[in-house]
């Protein structure tokens, strides 16, 4: 204020008005910046935040199964890489284009591989896939380890896209458009890949898919984790009831322009808020159990699943994030 004072500048008092305006103007940025795909650094360390979740879900589950495969450390080990891989994307542009998309390949193979080991683990129960549901319900979680693959592929995401602070540097890359006159003048060309898409935040598309994939495989996960409960609250019910809901609209987004604009938001913005519900209903599980706090690794093991209803709110994030981005234009 001395300083400005000193420049003749006058005081900017901080009325609503202006903290309104300053909110609208930076809402704006952020918009721009997510339609234009340049949010690299965020969604790196999204990407590396959902992978620890992720991380420690698979961490406990696994230590249930008292890591009797050596397989099972890959998952706990590879989050670990995903998270340290997002945190470095997020302060190195440098990092983001090299050590993240190559965590984020390897957790991608690790996923299908897990996958494997979980149907071949419902396979050899008893019964079999003859009795599905049962074996389903009590083996191992089918569909965890795709689920996890959806921190990989934010990952793999991020690293294509550009950094915010570009817009503002003052250089003006070349065009990337392959009939752009800068293109023409200079004799280079370059076809519209699905790479260039996600560099221009054009990839609306892939990400409503994205949401209908993840949103199926989190909602089967909701559904056979509250079946062995047999449903007691209500609320457990919502998320199997959201999830098709949301797989709806990702889908019909792929189609239409409209429902990825309103009802992909909106329903995503319900199962964001779910998932946070769902949370607290997990976490208060935790704390009910015998020992509560006093026994907090035992509890949080055996308990409810404490960070399984925030996997499901990321499948909202990622239906509102393809609300805000443009659709692809390949040629």
Request: a positive charge.
């Amino acid at each position: 204020m001395a300083n400005d004072r000193l420049r003749g500048k006058p005081d900017v008092v901080l009325t609503p008005e202006v903290l309104s305006a300053r909110l609208d103007r930076a809402a704006a940025n952020t918009d721009l910046d997510i339609r234009e795909g340049r949010f690299q650094r965020w969604l790196a360390l999204i990407a590396g935040l959902s992978s620890a979740l992720s991380g420690i879900e698979v961490a406990y589950e696994h230590y249930k199964g008292s890591y009797s495969r050596r397989v099972m450390y890959t998952p706990v080990i590879l989050s670990g890489a995903l998270v340290a891989g997002g945190m470095s994307g997020f302060f190195s542009r440098r990092a983001a284009r090299t050590i993240l998309p190559a965590v984020s390949v390897l957790t991608l193979g690790d996923c299908a591989v897990g996958f494997y080991f979980h149907v071949r683990g419902i396979h050899r129960k008893p019964g079999g896939w003859r009795l599905p549901i049962v074996n389903m319900v009590m083996g191992p979680p089918v569909f965890a380890p795709l689920l996890f693959g959806v921190s990989a592929y934010l990952g793999l995401l991020a690293s294509f896209l550009r950094r915010g602070e570009a817009a503002g540097s003052g250089i003006l890359p070349l065009p990337a458009h392959p009939d752009h006159w800068a293109r023409i003048v200079t004799g280079e060309h370059e076809p519209i890949s699905w790479a260039q898409d996600v560099r221009e935040g054009r990839f609306q598309k892939q990400m409503a898919i994205a949401t209908a994939v993840s949103a199926f495989f989190s909602g089967f996960e909701a559904w056979y984790s509250h079946y062995k409960n047999n449903f007691r609250y209500k609320a457990q019910w919502t998320p199997v009831i959201i999830a098709p809901m949301l797989m709806a609209a990702g889908i019909a987004a792929v189609k239409s322009p409209r429902i990825a604009r309103t009802w992909l938001p909106a329903i995503s913005a319900v199962a964001i808020v779910d998932g946070a519900v769902g949370f607290g209903y997990h976490a208060r599980g935790v704390l009910r159990r015998p020992g509560g706090l006093k026994k907090p690794f035992y509890n949080v093991i055996y308990g409810p699943p404490l960070f399984a209803p925030l996997l499901f709110a990321a499948c909202g994030f990622l239906g509102v994030l393809a609300s805000l981005l443009r659709r692809e234009k390949r040629r």
